[in-house]
C-alpha cells in the first residue's frame, strides 16, 4: 500500500465518481479504477460499492479513508517541517564546551540567535577531553576544543586564539609596571583553578625553570571566581586572556606582560567529519566565520583539514 495509491482513493471517495476522480488527477478513467482494483487486491477487501454509481464507501472503504487522510495530511506535516529546516524556522542544535571555551561561545551564540531566534541552543558542558568522544557518540553536533584531537573521523576548524594572562589588582605593587619577570612573582600569592589542565604544567615547569617558586595557596572553582576574588584584592592570577576581557575594560583588573611566560592556545570547532551537518550546524559555522571576517584579531576561522 503507497502513498500515491491512497491519494487516488481519497480523491475518488471525495468526488463520488471515479470520471470526475480522473478529472482531478489529469489520469484516465481506467488507471484511476486500476489503481483502486490493486488497493482493493492488496487490502482484501472492496472499498467502494460498485452497485452504486455514486462511489459509497463500503465499511472498509470509510475504515480506510481515516486512516488515509491521516497518513496523507501527516506526510505533508512532515514536508513542512523539513522546510522549515531548511529555512531555520525550527531545529536545535547541541554543542560541548568547558568553563573555559564556552566564553568564545557568547559573542557567537548572541549573532547567532538574532539571525535564527526559533533555533533552540543547548551548550552542553563537558570536559575537553571528552568532547571528542561526545561528538562520536552523537550526544552532541559540535564541540569546542582547545588542541587538536588528532582524529581522523573529526574536523577541526581554529576560530579564536588565546594567551594565558598575568592580572592583578589596580592597587597591586606590580599594576603599574610596563613588564616583568617571572622572578619577580616568587613572593605572590596565586589563586589558580581548582582543575588542572596542560597549561598549568606549563606554568609550573616555567617557575621550576627559572628557579622561582610558585605559591598556589588559593584554589576555585572556576574562573569567574577568581577573577572576581583577585579583583578584590586577594592575590594574582594566570587565566586565559579572554575571560578577564570585561575587568580589564572596566578597570577592575590589570594585565602585566611577563617576560618568560608567553603560552597562546587556539580553539577549535570540531564536528564529525562523515556526517551532515544540520541545517543549523551549516548556520552556526557562518556566523563564527562572518564574526572572524568583522572583528578579526583574536577571531579567526582557519580549517585545519
Do not use: C, W
Not at 125 to 143: K, W
Not at 221 to 240: D, E, H, K, W, Y
Request: aromatic share 6%; glycine share 4%.
Amino acid at each position: 500500500m503507497e502513498l500515491s495509491q491512497l491519494e487516488v482513493f481519497l480523491t475518488v471517495a471525495r468526488e463520488r465518481r471515479f470520471s470526475r476522480a480522473a478529472e482531478k488527477l489529469f489520469r484516465t478513467q481506467s488507471a484511476v479504477s486500476q489503481t483502486i482494483r490493486k488497493l482493493e487486491d492488496e487490502l482484501g477487501e472492496p472499498l467502494f460499492d460498485r452497485s452504486s454509481r455514486e462511489g459509497v464507501l463500503t465499511d472498509a472503504g470509510q475504515t480506510l479513508k481515516e486512516y488515509a487522510e491521516k497518513l496523507v495530511n501527516l506526510r505533508a506535516d512532515a514536508q513542512e517541517a523539513l522546510v522549515q529546516l531548511r529555512q531555520l524556522q525550527k531545529g536545535k542544535l547541541a554543542i560541548a564546551a568547558n568553563e573555559f571555551t564556552a566564553l568564545y561561545l557568547l559573542p557567537v551564540l548572541t549573532e547567532f540567535r538574532r539571525l535564527h531566534p526559533m533555533i533552540k541552543v543547548t551548550v552542553q558542558r563537558s570536559l575537553g577531553s571528552h568532547i571528542p568522544d561526545d561528538l562520536l557518540r552523537h550526544t552532541v553536533e559540535m564541540g569546542v576544543l582547545t588542541y587538536d584531537p588528532q582524529d581522523p573521523r573529526l574536523r577541526s576548524i581554529v576560530v579564536y586564539q588565546d594567551e594565558l594572562t598575568f592580572v592583578v589588582p589596580p592597587t597591586h605593587p606590580l599594576a603599574s609596571g610596563k613588564q616583568i619577570s617571572i622572578r619577580q612573582l616568587g613572593a605572590e600569592v596565586f589563586v589558580a583553578h581548582i582543575v588542572t589542565s596542560p597549561y598549568r604544567e606549563k606554568v609550573i615547569e616555567a617557575f621550576r625553570r627559572y628557579k622561582t617558586p610558585l605559591h598556589m595557596d588559593v584554589e576555585l572553582p572556576t574562573l569567574q571566581a577568581i577573577t572576581r576574588f583577585v579583583s578584590m584584592g586577594n592575590g594574582v592570577a594566570l587565566v586565559p586572556e579572554i575571560s578577564v576581557q570585561s575587568e580589564l575594560a572596566r578597570g577592575e583588573l590589570v594585565r602585566i606582560p611577563v617576560r618568560e611566560l608567553s603560552f597562546h592556545r587556539k580553539l577549535r570547532l570540531v564536528y564529525r567529519k562523515e556526517a551532515s551537518l544540520s541545517h543549523a550546524g551549516r548556520a552556526f559555522l557562518q556566523v563564527a566565520e562572518a564574526i572572524a571576517t568583522e572583528r578579526k584579531g583574536q577571531y579567526r576561522f582557519l580549517r585545519d583539514r
